[in-house]
């Protein structure tokens, strides 16, 4: 999808969200608002502005299907054809960023338009989530999830409901306050269990140890533990 087709679809997602989902519709404005003055040849040029705006309209699409569908039971088959992350994803945390007030909003909106966002862990948790995939686990990974809720992949393995994690390369002594922040904001938006995993990239083997812990907990963390853990 290119600029001049994201702007033009953000005006019919907002026509149709008007009638069907307010939250969206205000989000989806101010989504429109954030990229209005930017011209198409330079927004083209801002990878992670338009990785962001494709997949923020995506998630629209699929949120409109399901609030736009007739009956409950229909709503119902949309959730059974997704895996946990998803279904708790669009079930759950998507529809609680729309209606809620996100305070970092504004904040990461100007850093992806000023370019000061990289994702430099992004091939690695790439790597974490296709093993975890082929152990037959299953994750999600978004933008939102990154920004606002302190959240870099979300994993279920033989547990239904998902586990969020946020992954860092600091060492435990630098990286206290990164967790203590980590776990207010996971309260803030309602997410009942997490695990801020702290890794040495200089291990040979530590995907591996990323990938055992983060299933392992994704089965046996109780509800309501915001776990930390230093590989």
């Known amino acids: 999808m290119q600029p001049t087709d994201i702007k033009k679809k953000l005006d019919s997602l907002i026509k149709e969200a008007s009638i069907i989902d307010h939250n ?16 198409s040849g330079k927004l083209v040029s801002k990878l992670f502005v338009v990785l962001f705006l494709r997949q923020f309209i995506a998630d629209a699409e699929i949120i409109l299907d399901i609030k736009g569908s007739v009956s409950e039971e229909e709503q119902q088959a949309f959730y059974q ?13 998507f529809p609680k960023w729309l209606g809620d007030s996100d305070p970092k909003f504004y904040f990461w909106r100007t850093k992806l338009m000023a370019g000061q966002f990289s994702q430099e862990d992004g091939e690695i948790i790439k790597s974490i989530s296709g093993l975890i995939k082929r152990y037959s686990g299953k994750t999600l990974q978004r933008y939102i999830l990154d920004l606002s809720m302190a959240t870099d992949i979300i ?4 547990q239904e409901k998902p586990l969020c994690i946020q992954l860092t390369s600091q060492s435990e002594e630098f990286s206290q306050t ?11 938006w309602g997410v009942e269990r997490g695990l801020f995993l702290s890794y040495n990239p200089g291990k040979p083997d ?20 915001y776990k930390k853990l230093s590989l």
């Open 24 to 39: 969206l519709a205000v989000k989806l404005n101010q989504i429109k608002l954030w990229i209005k003055n930017v011209k």
């Open 81 to 93: 054809e997704m895996t946990p992350p998803e279904k708790y994803w669009y079930g759950e945390l």
């Open 155 to 158: 994993v279920s393995s033989n």
């Open 178 to 188: 990164k967790s203590n922040d980590w776990e207010n904001i996971l309260i803030l």
């Open 206 to 225: 530590f995907i591996n140890q990323i990938v055992n812990t983060a299933l392992d907990n994704s089965n046996y963390l109780d509800m309501g533990i």
